[in-house]
């Protein structure tokens, strides 16, 4: 008792000198593919003393023994590691203790150094210290993997959820910030290791083979007027042997290893989906060695039964020595999914929604137009302007590319209207897919494609709907490009032939907006322009800095689902090659619209008024109108646009008061002078770019960040497997020309048109190919992240700013329940359509798995 009494008078006691820690991490052998030699090894390295230390750095005194950078405290360690009472978290963690002693000359902790003495790495979570004497709980976010001591040239250290501009930095732990920056940029030279944390820059000269023949080399994008490209991530891999401009590839099953930071990594939740749905495509990326496959006569879909036998029945696999070849060396695992329950000869698609209502109602003419508006490429219809639509080619080397349409083809169908009248009223659209595809037409159809370039014209009609009016398909000159287009005009017909000769017309639009729609819309406009801001963040801002944090999270696993591709889908002979029209000149052809992309132009405001869809009113709600009202992309787009724009004004507020303070912030300067001269170096002198002397260019910079990374992401991917499932409603490839009268193809298309659509767009080993890759990009991981959601509410200790974060998640919440609303809406026909598939890409939380909805805060698929 006397001695309890003391105690409470001089608070003398061994527990008062302690500082109380608490770690959370995962182990490396928690993972699926399990290391229980590196946990063998790292509890052998327990035993030994080679423990994992730690040590709190001051942020208010310096060591002058050491620069002056922040005292360190002693070192503390991990404590119990081989216990196997160790407190289990969520998600294959572990909570650890760690016991620090107090040192009043350290005073407020503001990082900590940690030492791995271990033989293998572990994912550092979290570190938090209780009841820090004088300063309370202290929390730090770190979420990096933290490999032995011995491969770093200085420990790693991790600082606390404090933000801090530049010159706000308590001195003791600006040298600590500096280093960890100079690390992550690396010095630019070798092959980069998977321990390394380097962000580095490269031109995208890693997508052909010439090692493995001529007909896979393909031309380096960046660096050059005539193939400019955002910057990816550099892996210091050789150049390969029979051309030095081009990167070495890695062999195929090495796929998942491919070099980018580990931090940018899959975790191992989404690592584990991402397989499992992605085993099968295995599989069928090798289906072109099985012969009966591959015959001419068993590569074609008989009827449209068929394709419905993919989500109904399942496609029956030839057997054979060769694939029994293939399932011997696959273990029972991966072929349960592969196979999944349904035997080990046969393969079943999940239905997409796009035919579970209806299994026709895709053919309308109504959703064909509809699709356009609130299918999963709702961001090529624009305004038209001019009768008849006129082209930007130069006609010196293009001839006349002008369109062959007259207003005797559609003014009969105006609903009374005429040319003039339509015109000026604001009731004609064009989905046009012509001058961006006719300088490569010529090329891509001398492949096994035969397509056209095309343009759709469409009548807004009183119900607010669309009618596809008339579809124009052209040719180059069989003599030579500079004498113009060779064009043919088709209108709709619901009778005989020529309906399905209409439905062939639409076949060949959807193919050319299916290929527009992964290379360019998808592609190129999220994955490949967001990678160099990726990289430009870590190299030049520092983690504790307010825009680091508040962008981090939408960068979120892009590195590595780009490298992925790289690997597998975009390179030369890759499954996107196999299955879109442009085949070998997929890439190449996405490098030339590349050279008109324009930054501002993403914010979707700008883009919807540069369409022609949107005009300035400031009696509308933010100041916009939109022409055509019902326009679910559009106004879910505008909802979600406004409430990010709010939120990060909120936030970049907060931290810079002034213009000032955006123009004497170095390290600002620096990453948006790095994104501009190295990122997005083949465009770095074009006059559009934000100058970043103003609080309100950081905002519609970041605005435009958070927007393309997010929603615009969201509404052009996870609407895949929808709408594209089934290839009959977006075919990827067209293999033959519109049928001639007189011909014995226009005689079969007369007897059995739906053989001849079939055997006209997508074959059957493409149409494999096709949908089990839109699966695999379609679903949502089950540790996603949506917007307005963070992995760990502490990301800041500011609460002006989680206040605001707050606000921003219960805007989107409203979003939600006024999408709903208008989906229930039947004045509002374009939200649900003939299909019945209501409007949902832009509805932003969402559950795992193939939903088509969602929007998760990064380009993470």
């Given amino acids: 008792m006397l001695s309890d009494l003391l105690h409470a008078i001089t608070g003398d006691d061994n527990d008062e000198k302690k500082i109380k820690g608490t770690v959370v991490l995962m182990k490396k052998n ?34 002058a023994a050491n620069g002056l950078q922040g005292k360190l ?98 001195q003791p732990l600006r040298k600590y910030r500096e280093q960890d920056m100079k690390a992550l940029r690396g010095n630019g030279e070798g092959e980069l290791q998977e321990w390394d944390r380097v962000y580095d820059y490269a031109y995208y000269n890693d997508l052909g083979n010439p090692d493995k023949g001529p007909e896979y080399a393909r031309p380096v994008l960046g660096g050059s007027a005539e193939y400019p490209y955002p910057r990816r991530g550099r892996t210091g891999r050789p150049s390969s042997k029979t051309d030095p401009t ?11 290893n491919i070099y980018v930071p580990r931090d940018e990594r899959f975790g ?24 009966d496959l591959t015959d ?27 694939l029994g070849n293939i399932i011997d060396n696959i273990p029972l695992e991966m072929l349960k999914e592969i196979f999944r329950t349904d035997g080990a000869q046969l393969f079943k698609f999940p239905v997409p929604q796009v035919i579970q209502d209806s299994k026709t109602a895709w053919r309308t003419d109504d959703e064909f137009a509809r699709e356009m508006l609130a299918g999963v490429n709702p961001v090529i219809i624009r305004h038209l302007e001019e009768f008849p639509p006129t082209s930007k080619l130069n006609p010196e080397e293009y001839g006349n590319q002008n369109s062959a349409i007259t207003k005797e083809h559609i003014e009969h169908n105006l609903e009374g209207l005429t040319i003039e009248e339509a015109l000026r009223t604001n009731r004609l659209f064009i989905l046009d897919h012509h001058d961006s595809l006719m300088p490569y037409l010529r ?87 967001m990678e160099p801001f990726v990289i430009a963040t870590n190299r030049q801002l520092s983690v504790v800095h307010p825009i680091y944090k508040l962008l981090h999270p939408h960068f979120r696993d892009t590195m590595n689902i780009n490298a992925f591709a790289r690997q597998i889908l975009i390179n030369g002979g890759g499954v996107l090659e196999l299955t879109v029209f442009p085949a070998k000149y997929a890439m190449e052809m996405s490098s030339l619209i ?25 009696s509308s709600p933010n100041g916009l109108r939109l022409l055509i009202k019902d326009y679910p992309y559009a106004v879910d787009g505008l909802e979600i646009w406004f409430a990010i724009e709010k939120w990060v004004t909120d936030y970049c507020s907060f931290y810079y008061r002034t213009d000032e303070m955006v123009r004497q912030d170095p390290e600002l300067q620096d990453w948006w002078k790095e994104v501009r001269e190295q990122g997005h170096g083949d465009k770095k002198d074009e006059p559009w770019w934000p100058k970043m002397q103003t609080r309100q260019d950081l905002i519609e910079s970041c605005t435009i960040i958070i927007w393309v990374a997010s929603a615009l992401h969201a509404a052009v991917n ?32 007369e007897s059995n048109p739906d053989k001849v659509f079939l055997k006209t767009i997508t074959a059957q080993l493409q149409t494999l190919l096709g949908i089990s890759l839109i699966e695999i990009l379609s679903r949502h991981s089950s540790d996603e992240v949506y917007l307005g959601q963070r992995d760990n509410t502490e990301w800041t200790s500011d609460e002006t700013p989680l206040a605001a974060f707050e606000q921003f998640g219960q805007r989107l919440l409203g979003i939600e329940e006024r999408i709903v609303s208008m989906n229930n809406d039947k004045q509002l026909k374009n939200r649900v359509g003939p299909v019945n598939v209501p409007y949902m890409l832009l509805y932003p939380t969402s559950e795992g798995g193939l939903t088509g909805k969602g929007i998760p805060n990064s380009v993470s698929i």
Wanted: hydrophobic share 35%; proline share 6%; with cysteine.
């Fill in 268 to 291: 191992h939740l989404k690592m584990s989906d991402f397989l499992a749905y992605a085993l099968k495509s295995i599989v069928q990326f090798i289906l072109p060695e099985l012969q």
């Fill in 443 to 529: 090329r891509i159809n001398s492949t096994t494609t035969k397509t056209y370039a095309s343009r759709t014209i469409l009548l807004l009609r009183n119900d607010g709907t669309l009618k596809p009016l008339v579809i124009e398909l052209s040719l180059p000159h069989p003599n030579g490009d500079q004498l113009g287009a060779v064009s043919k005009v088709y209108t709709p017909a619901e009778h005989g032939v020529e309906s399905s000769i209409w439905q062939l017309a639409k076949a060949y639009v959807a193919v050319n907006d299916s290929g527009v729609h992964q290379l360019i819309s998808h592609w190129l406009n999220t994955h490949a322009t």
């Fill in 246 to 256: 081009t990167e070495s590839r890695i062999p195929l099953l090495m796929s998942l």
């Fill in 296 to 322: 001419k006569t068993h590569n074609e879909f008989d009827s449209l039964e068929d394709v419905l036998d993919l989500y109904y029945g399942g496609l029956k696999l030839p057997s054979g020595p060769l």
């Fill in 594 to 618: 590349y050279k008109s992309w324009n930054l501002v132009d993403q914010a979707l405001p700008r883009e919807l008024k540069k369409r022609g869809i949107a005009i300035d009113d400031e």
């Fill in 718 to 749: 996870f609407g895949q497997y929808p709408y594209a499932g089934y290839l009959p409603n977006r075919p990827t490839i067209s293999r033959r020309f519109m049928p001639e009268e007189g011909t014995l193809e226009y005689a079969e298309l």
């Fill in 73 to 170: 405290g002693k070192p503390a360690y991990l404590e119990d590691w081989n216990s196997t009472e160790t407190s289990a978290v969520a998600g294959g963690e572990s909570k650890f203790s760690v016991n620090f002693d107090f040192d009043e000359e350290i005073g407020q902790p503001g990082a900590v150094l940690i030492k791995n003495n271990h033989h293998s790495e572990f994912y550092l979570k979290t570190v938090t210290l209780e009841h820090v004497p004088g300063h309370g709980r202290i929390h730090f976010v770190c979420n990096s993997w933290v490999y032995p001591d011995k491969i770093y040239e200085k420990p790693r250290v991790f600082f606390t959820n404090k933000t801090y501009l530049p010159h706000e930095m308590p």
């Fill in 30 to 63: 928690v993972l699926d593919f399990n290391d229980f030699h590196a946990s063998f090894l790292d509890g052998f390295h327990e035993l030994l003393g080679k423990r994992v230390s730690f040590q709190l750095i001051s942020a208010e005194n310096g060591d």
